[in-house]
């Protein structure tokens, strides 16, 4: 079975503070997605990376396909980056298109 | 521009009765998914159409239902409401056949009462 482990559950950080938040997968992929959600807010797509490093902004995503292993990185973090943020395989050798989600992490960055 | 909207944003039914959640998108994404969102659990699939007349089940199927008449719709049933499926659904959509990225509704909140 496929699973996606984010860490931390939550996470707490000041104002500029640099952050990561990890992502490990147990199957294979065709890419791995990282999506924001605001709280009460809809669901963004942030990134899908299959293989070294994105960048956007103040985000950085990696990943290690030998290592099964993400990380998203925000740097001179700010309290509008407060969000639930979710990883996702998207495994599309078996559901074409179907994603398999971590239980996100949420963030709160405080002023 | 393009987009994927939800209808209702919230809704509150009573335990028993039949709910149907829209989804509407102008991507012209062959792939429609819908999700729901609990705490503790993440988003999980309930059913998915990879294009018209072609529907799925998903890891949390029972007690309702999806149909695809067209490219642009996937109507969520809730065929008799109960308790435990009060949640947040997402819909999403995609493209067929090559990683590409998820597009999500705002998510309608349900209530069953």
């Known amino acids: 079975k496929n699973e996606v482990e984010q860490s931390p559950q939550n996470l707490t950080a000041q104002e500029g503070e640099f952050i990561t938040i990890n992502c490990s997968y147990s199957v294979g992929i065709s890419a791995l997605h990282w999506l924001q959600q605001h709280p009460g807010g809809g669901i963004v797509s942030l990134f899908m990376l299959s293989s070294g490093k994105k960048k956007h902004g103040r985000l950085i995503a990696t990943i290690n396909i030998q290592e099964k292993h993400s990380s998203l990185h925000i740097t001179a973090s700010h309290p509008r980056d407060s969000a639930v943020y979710i990883c996702?395989?998207?495994?599309?050798?078996?559901?074409?298109?179907?994603?398999?989600f971590g239980k996100g992490t949420k963030l709160s960055v405080k002023p | 521009d393009a987009e994927i909207t939800q209808s209702p944003r919230h809704k509150i039914t009573e335990t028993g009765r039949q709910v149907t959640l829209a989804c509407h998108q102008t991507w012209n994404h062959n792939n429609m998914f819908w999700y729901r969102q609990d705490l503790g659990h993440g988003l999980r699939l309930i059913h998915y159409?990879?294009?018209?007349?072609?529907?799925n089940k998903g890891e949390v199927s029972d007690g309702y239902s999806v149909s695809r008449s067209n490219t642009e719709d996937l109507p969520l049933t809730l065929e008799s409401a109960a308790s435990s499926q009060t949640s947040v659904y997402f819909c999403?959509?995609?493209?067929?056949?090559?990683?590409?990225?998820?597009?999500f509704g705002q998510g309608t909140r349900l209530t069953v009462v």
């Open positions: 159409s990879y294009g018209v007349q072609d529907t």
């Open positions: 996702a395989d998207g495994n599309y050798g078996g559901s074409q298109g179907n994603l398999i």
């Open positions: 999403a959509s995609s493209e067929v056949g090559r990683p590409t990225e998820a597009f």
